[in-house]
């Protein structure tokens, strides 16, 4: 899927009230932000916006809050048939303890740290309403002036969000005369503030967005040659789209992580105590036909670190694929295979890597992760990274300014590897 979408700057802003949907969804420790990554990474947009005399509205979502807050305050309707369901007795206790609950995620989950870090970044221009379309936040909307913003309260407090509620996403495109979104981690979600409000207003991507598919979309669509796949993470059947979309497309396809295991057993081998899917063997049987049929160098490990257990500490050796001890499990690539992988990324013209070789949070387990990065990022090639652990170990091991393109989206960058519509992105205007 290609997309070419009309962006911030094809567009006149100026004196216009323009919501923007970021993705403001960071990691928060007793309240307090532990990255402000997404925040940073948002800025470009705003700035323009701000800039260029926009009002801006953003939103976001943050975290998925146990209960919602629709008109004022009140359980959700799976909620209340829950506690209907109970004696009488017991309804009134029942109902104040998923109450509190909530009380307490919304506490947890609200975007108030979010706004006050970017009113530090953005010189006081951000104010934060502490509703979403309520009495607060039109007050702060109707209040902007052109190069100000308000960031309303977290859009997963109402139950609409999630649900595409037409009413919901009308509500919030009454706020604006213009809808951005530049949320890439969420546009494979069809829900109010991510395509909903495109219905009713002008939509088109901010400067986030347009990186992610004009990078992605001219690698799938017309990559330098040749194209290496790297795919990892723990099960066949999260990439069983993928990697189909991908043999059409590329030169070699490499596989690690837990999912490995599954082709080992495809091929007759004993995986010990390893992840498998059994009822995906005939299928990795197929996909290796494919592959073959399509002349695509098909790589999967030739030895492992194995553990006695799933455990960070547990005994641990390097075994070849073929002979994996019956009470053992595979946990991450051996050196064969690293120098395998690293020679068949060396010379690619496009690399895209989503996923890790092994369980690469643990020291004992993380070696063939960062084997595959550090050859990814001595290659030369066009990189592009997608996929929360391939990203942390990029960053971690200091690759990340050596990556052409680390996405800002798991799930959305797999959709679009996969080939799929993203609705965030379908609903924006065309070019």
Not at 89 to 100: D, F, G, V, W
Request: aromatic fraction near 6%; proline fraction near 3%.
């Amino acid at each position: 899927m290609t997309y070419n979408k009309k962006t911030i700057e094809d567009i006149d802003v100026a004196g216009k009230k323009v919501l923007v949907r970021c993705d403001f969804n960071v990691p928060l420790k007793d309240g307090v932000i532990t990255s402000d990554k997404r925040i940073i990474g948002a800025l470009p947009t705003i700035k323009y916006l701000l800039d260029n005399g926009a009002k801006v509205i953003l939103c976001s979502h943050m975290g998925k809050p146990h209960s919602i807050f629709t008109e004022g305050f009140g359980l959700t309707k799976k909620e209340k048939a829950k506690v209907e369901a109970l004696p009488a007795e017991e309804q009134a206790a029942a109902k104040a303890e998923l109450l509190t609950k909530a009380l307490d995620d919304k506490k947890k989950f609200t975007l108030k740290p979010v706004a006050d870090r970017l009113n530090e970044l953005l010189d006081g221009k951000v104010t934060f309403a502490e509703d979403i379309v309520g009495p607060d936040a039109q007050a702060k909307v109707a209040a902007l002036k052109a190069g100000e913003a308000v960031l309303i309260e977290n859009v997963r407090f109402d139950a609409r969000e999630t649900k595409n509620g037409a009413d919901f996403a009308k509500e919030l495109a009454s706020f604006a005369e213009v809808y951005v979104n530049d949320a890439f981690g969420s546009a494979h979600r069809a829900h109010a503030s991510t395509a909903g409000v495109a219905d009713y207003l002008p939509a088109v991507c901010g400067y986030l967005i347009q990186k992610e598919i004009s990078i992605m979309g001219k690698a799938l669509a017309d990559p330098a040659r040749p194209f290496v796949a790297i795919l990892g993470g723990a099960k066949v059947s999260d990439k069983i789209g993928v990697i189909n979309n991908l043999i059409e497309k590329v030169d070699t396809l490499i596989i690690g992580g837990g999912m490995a295991y599954t082709f080992f057993k495809a091929n007759g081998h004993d995986v010990g105590t390893s992840l498998c899917e059994e009822d995906k063997i005939d299928l990795a049987k197929e996909l290796v036909a494919k592959a073959e049929a399509k002349g695509v160098k098909f790589l999967i490990p030739v030895d492992n670190r194995i553990g006695r257990e799933y455990d960070e500490n547990t005994e641990c050796k390097v075994t070849d694929s073929d002979n994996i001890p019956s009470d053992w499990m595979g946990l991450d690539i051996g050196p064969k295979t690293e120098e395998l992988f690293a020679n068949a990324i060396k010379g690619a013209g496009t690399v895209v890597w989503n996923g890790p070789m092994g369980v690469s949070e643990w020291k004992n387990f993380a070696s063939g992760t960062n084997a595959v990065a550090k050859a990814v990022a001595e290659s030369g090639a066009i990189s592009i990274i997608g996929g929360g652990d391939s990203a942390a170990a990029v960053e971690k091991l200091g690759y990340a300014d050596k990556m052409t393109h680390i996405s800002t989206g798991g799930g959305a960058s797999l959709e679009f590897l996969e080939g799929k519509t993203l609705p965030g992105i379908a609903c924006l205007l065309d070019k």
